[in-house]
Nanobody, 126 residues
Framework: QSQLEESGGGLVQPGGSLRLSCEASGLSIDLLAVGWFRQAPGKARENVACIESDGRDPTYAASVKGRFTVSRDDDRNTAYLQMNNLGPEDTAIYYC???????????????????WGRGTQVTVSS
């Protein structure tokens, strides 16, 4: 069974940092684009970052650009989201997603994300 599992969320003070991990199992992500999303209560889901299969030219939402960094380690079948200078507006459930395998191009944004994790809660509060 193919699945993604996020980890690394938690409670952090404003200005702090967290690194989220997204580990894939039953699925090899090395040829796939991987995206990070978040959803805050009462708000629409936001695509905050995407990394292509070759790791070049990751893309970011304007709301996180300069503070978040997406990376990947295909040997570990894992993607990461480093989040710095966090603020209360970053409080949300964070999800990772992997591109649909069929006809995958490994580019951002992919035509579709077929695999999703269950999410990890990030809370920024003093």
């Amino acid at each position: 069974q193919s699945q993604l599992e996020e980890s690394g969320g938690g409670l952090v003070q404003p200005g702090g940092s967290l690194r989220l991990s997204c580990e894939a199992s039953g699925l090899s992500i090395d040829l796939l684009a991987v995206g990070w999303f978040r959803q805050a209560p009462g708000k629409a889901r936001e695509n905050v970052a995407c990394i292509e299969s070759d790791g070049r030219d990751p893309t970011y939402a304007a709301s996180v650009k300069g503070r978040f960094t997406v990376s990947r380690d295909d040997d570990r079948n894992t993607a990461y989201l480093q989040m710095n200078n966090l603020g209360p507006e970053d409080t949300a459930i964070y999800y990772c997603a992997a591109e649909r395998q069929l006809f995958a191009l490994g580019r951002c944004p992919p035509r579709a994300y077929d695999f999703w994790g269950r999410g990890t809660q990030v809370t920024v509060s003093s």
